[in-house]
């Protein structure tokens, strides 16, 4: 596993797609400079296709300046008002675009291209990208009030700083930030009550680098919660904490708890889970009715033994697994772990647990909305129970909804956690994946599954 970055910045699916804007803004304001200026012809000597081409690399390269010189502009876009996001951006492209004029100056190409044209360029592009990022801002106005993009936050810490975020919240009310509460970091019982009675979104902190004594207690008492934690430190407090930075309504803040699989993001993982759960399920049927015809055959009892989990921000849910032992019971409170050669297991069930085969009725509950087919593994409720006073963060592995294959399955930790050792290393690994999420590390994720993570030496 890589060790965190000092400080990563936080991104979002939707800055992604400012940018994706950004640049078909520059491209098209070209094109249509291009095709309307009809001088633009006359100063070329070579044929209409070389002429788009030499024209459409500069463009591209606008584009490329635009998107390197200005990471400000494309920052987590919850927060900042609108005339300084304007600015940014007119700053930004006009900088690009000088930058364009200097490479063609040095190339000795500035005879090549009009000069109505680049004019004309700089021109038509600030108004399209001025008018793009206007409209997004304005689409995220209508959200909140329709019911979308809503985020409730809890604020703890120094009342005249939270007065200040909470002011900054209300007049920025396109973000979708909802203050819920304020309250000082040391009414810990407090605290704790107004998190399980609210289950707020967010949780930022306002605390100094010299208060590390009520930090450690006051993320004591959160350590169960799911929502994204964030502090809001001094200057050398982002220097010295190793952990990623967000700049949210004008204030950075760094992301003790946080995940990038929100919002957008969040459906477009379950449009992608949707669509593979339903291609796998059609692929393996006769997969599946083979192993039901099996398991009926060769031991008495249900096909399909059904198990309470923890999903989604701790919700109770219920998952499916082909039935690999005898049927037997258990204490509701007591849950007794396979171990190697156990005698519980049948034959038929050894083969199942040995290559996860037994859960491939989960893809059935990845339909269902339960899981997804990516993330940490759901543990049972007694093992959940158990563990959380134990291992910490151990919570944190609820702020997504649970997965049939995951990080630390393809690394090794999968089947028994006869240990606390290696509960605490299956913890590190999906608080890993929480942090780091991307839909190209799912596909990595499920790509390794495939020829790693079905075989396991743990799997009994």
Same mark, same amino acid.
């Given at each position: ?37 009809p001088g633009v012809e006359s100063i070329a000597n070579s044929n209409h296709r070389q002429l ?86 304005? %689409?995220?106005? $209508? *959200? ?9 936050? =809890? /604020? #703890? +810490? ?113 449009? %992608?889970?949707? $669509? *593979? ?9 006769? =997969? /599946? #009715? +083979? ?128 240990? =606390? ?40």
């Open positions: 596993m890589k060790p965190a970055r000092a400080l990563r910045s936080s991104s979002s699916l939707l800055s992604n797609a400012i940018v994706l804007i950004d640049v078909l803004a520059i491209l098209l304001s070209g094109w249509l400079c291009v095709n309307i200026y788009l081409e030499n024209y459409l690399l500069v463009e591209g390269l606008g584009c490329l300046l635009m998107v390197g010189v200005s990471n400000k502009v494309y920052s987590l876009w919850r927060g900042g008002e609108l005339q300084a996001m304007l600015q940014r951006v007119a700053f930004s492209w006009l900088v690009s675009w000088v930058l364009v004029l200097v490479w063609l100056v040095l190339t000795k190409s500035t005879q090549e291209f009009s000069r109505i044209w680049l004019v004309s360029w700089l021109i038509s592009a600030l108004i399209l990208l001025c008018f793009a990022r206007a409209s997004v801002y304005g %689409l995220l106005r $209508i *959200f909140p009030n329709k019911g979308y993009n809503n985020k409730t936050v =809890l /604020l #703890i +810490g120094d009342p005249g700083l939270n007065a200040s975020i909470h002011e900054r919240v209300l007049h920025s009310s396109w973000t979708g930030f909802e203050v819920i509460g304020s309250l000082r970091p040391d009414n810990l019982t407090e605290i704790d009550q107004t998190v399980i009675r609210y289950v707020p979104d967010e949780i930022w902190i306002g605390l100094s680098v010299d208060d590390q004594g009520r930090l450690k207690s006051l993320l004591h008492v959160l350590r169960h919660s799911t929502a994204n934690i964030r502090l809001i430190p001094d200057f050398l407090t982002l220097k010295v904490m190793n952990h990623g930075a967000s700049m949210l309504m004008g204030y950075p803040m760094l992301d003790i708890s946080y995940s990038p699989m929100a919002g957008f993001n969040v459906f477009l993982k379950a449009v %992608l889970d949707y $669509i *593979f759960a339903a291609i796998v399920v059609v692929l393996i049927s006769p =997969l /599946l #009715i +083979g192993i039901a015809i099996a398991i009926k055959i060769t031991s008495p009892g249900p096909v399909v033994f059904k198990q309470l989990r923890h999903g989604w921000n701790g919700k109770i849910i219920e998952i499916y697994k082909f039935r690999s032992m005898v049927v037997h019971k258990e204490d509701d409170n007591v849950l007794t772990q396979a171990t190697r050669h156990d005698s519980r297991i049948t034959p038929l069930g050894a083969f199942l647990r040995r290559t996860s085969l037994d859960e491939l009725p989960q893809f059935i509950n990845v339909l269902q909305g339960r899981l997804s087919v990516v993330g940490p593994r759901p543990h049972a409720v007694a093992h959940n129970e158990q563990f959380k006073e134990l291992v910490p963060r151990y919570m944190l592995r609820h702020k997504v909804k649970p997965g049939i294959t995951g990080w630390a399955q393809i690394n090794g930790f999968r089947g028994e956690t006869d240990t =606390l050792e290696k509960m605490e290393k299956r913890v590190e690994y999906d608080i890993h994946y929480i942090e780091n999420w991307s839909i190209w590390m799912d596909c990595r994720i499920i790509f390794m599954t495939v020829f790693k993570g079905f075989q396991s030496d743990n799997a009994y």
